[in-house]
């Protein structure tokens, strides 16, 4: 979750970004971060929750839909190098 966060930094005003494209990245962003929130609460709470393959399918997909799949892609990708 950490990497995605920061990586929705490029989409701050101050990174160069109108209003108007800060505002669409960073909620694509933030849905995915939902998406993750929700993955993991349901890991640590009752266990039922999506299989992995699943799990990614539906994040990718978020933020391809919302605009931001570069971003999510290369968060993950950081992420998974971090933990290996």
């Known amino acids: 979750m950490g990497e ?15 209003p108007d494209t800060a505002l669409a990245g960073l ?6 971060l939902n998406v993750l929130g929700n ?13 992995d393959n699943a799990f ?7 933020a391809q839909v919302d605009g931001c ?3 999510v892609r290369a968060a993950i990708q950081r992420a998974l190098e971090l933990n290996t």
């Open 4 to 18: 995605l966060a920061v990586a929705g930094r490029c989409f701050y005003v101050e990174a160069g970004n109108t």
């Open 27 to 32: 909620r694509c962003v933030n849905e995915c």
């Open 39 to 51: 993955q993991f609460l349901a890991k640590i709470g009752s266990g039922a929750s999506y299989p």
């Open 56 to 62: 990614v399918h539906s994040v990718l997909q978020s």
């Open 69 to 71: 799949e570069q971003v």
